[in-house]
């Protein structure tokens, strides 16, 4: 019965985590104005942890039987896994804008009474091996950090479903705002794997 629990609550939280950020959403409150507009990036980024720790609190106070673990000549793709990881989140890191994303920047222009600042977009650093290197690193996180449980293996299957989804629905989000540079650039750049390595855009 708690496993059911945890696996209704993964599901609501992806659900509600995509809902806020999906087109119709980010559509209304981009014709808001005043502290809705300026607030709404920054309350979902607050909503998004709030709701995240408690749930990862349960998860780990569950009873739990390990069915797989990393060890023995597997720790070998598991570092190299979680290497892979490690460069595409300091990547990314290097190319956005942390202050955009997390809406600070949104916020500090509504308390100095200017206008939103517009998407930023950029196609240097990782950016030009993957379109969505932090989703990229998301994959090998879930899969190789700790051992692999009754309890954990749903949500890891959950979440690594809802890391695609949600690239895809980012996309769409991004082609929406940003318009045919970055359905050119989509042409180009690999989504999720960077198997073509860097890319000389034109």
Known sequence: MPHSVLLLLWLCWCICHSLLISTPVNDWLQRQSGFVRGAHRLAYSLFSVLTLLPLLWYQ????????????????????????????MLIGGIQVYDLSYLVGIRQWRSWQQGKENPALPFSCKGVLRYVRHPWYSAGLPILWTVGPITDANLPA???????LVIGTFLEERKLLHELGEIYRRYCQQVPMLIPWKGKVDLV
Not at 60 to 85: D, K, M, N, T
Not at 156 to 162: C, E, M, Q, W
């Open 60 to 87: 780990y106070h569950l009873p739990q039987e390990v069915v797989f673990s990393w060890s023995g000549w597997l720790r070998i793709p598991q570092v190299a896994l979680l290497l892979y990881a490690l460069i």
């Open 156 to 162: 890891r299957v959950i979440l690594s479903l809802y």
